[in-house]
């Protein structure tokens, strides 16, 4: 099956510095990268996603880019914010079949 | 909120209690998830159910007892478990088939087993 790893397991930066999450995945048939967003007690929530018709994806401060001959694809937020600490997880599925998940990426945001 | 509630939020048990988890979701989705979260491991899928049908399941134990009465509705029964148990149990749903097909989560339910 799917097997996704994300990188770093913890990242801490400065307010209004940019962070990057990467993750690999193994089955060059997937086709569909979530990137989701989990504050502390709360479920996972989507915050941008792409898929492998298109390169970059970005949504005001976030933004995500895949390189599929690679099999690799990053998650980038800029001027980061305190309420942007969470936990981040990436995710690759095979046409929406099943959802393999990174181990989470924790982002620390320091005032 | 996603529109994905859970309850109870927090349980615990002890290894010989029969306990429920509950997941409803308001999306029109026909699709229903039970994940497994644990500390420091990627998301576990566990249960499967499209159009109330289940289609997946992960190897699951038999202490953990899945239902689908309806696609808004989605249980999970417990029995006998395992202190290794503990964990923060995920529900979620989907539109399979319908072009959004990605997966919204609810909150969550904390389960910590004595």
């Known amino acids: 099956g799917e097997n996704v790893e994300q990188h770093p397991s913890t990242l801490s930066v400065q307010e209004g510095d940019s962070a990057v999450i990467k993750c690999t995945y193994s089955d060059s048939a997937s086709n569909y990268f979530p990137w989701y967003k989990q504050e502390l007690g709360k479920g996972p929530q989507l915050i941008i996603d792409?898929?492998?018709?298109?390169g970059e994806k970005k949504d005001q401060r976030i933004a995500v880019t895949l390189n599929k001959t690679a099999k690799h694809f990053s998650l980038h937020i800029t001027e980061t914010q305190p309420e942007d600490s969470a936990v981040y997880f990436c995710?690759?599925?095979?046409?929406?079949?099943?959802?393999?998940f990174g181990s989470g990426t924790k982002l620390n945001v320091k005032p | 909120e996603t529109g994905v509630t859970q309850t109870p939020r927090h349980l615990v048990m002890g290894m010989t209690n029969k306990k429920s988890l509950k997941c409803e979701q308001h999306?029109?989705?026909?699709?229903m998830y039970w994940y497994k979260q644990s500390a420091k491991k990627p998301l576990e899928l566990m249960f499967v159910?499209?159009?109330?049908?289940?289609?997946e399941n992960n190897s699951v134990p038999s202490r953990f007892s899945p239902e689908c009465p309806n696609s808004s509705h989605l249980f999970l029964h417990l029995h006998t478990l395992q202190p290794e148990d503990s964990a923060l149990y995920l529900c979620a749903s989907s539109h399979q088939g319908g072009g959004d097909d990605t997966q919204y989560f609810g909150p969550g339910t904390r389960l910590t087993v004595l």
């Open positions: 999306l029109g989705h026909n699709a």
């Open positions: 792409i898929r492998s018709n298109v």
């Open positions: 159910y499209n159009f109330k049908e289940q289609t």
């Open positions: 995710a690759a599925s095979i046409n929406f079949n099943k959802f393999y």
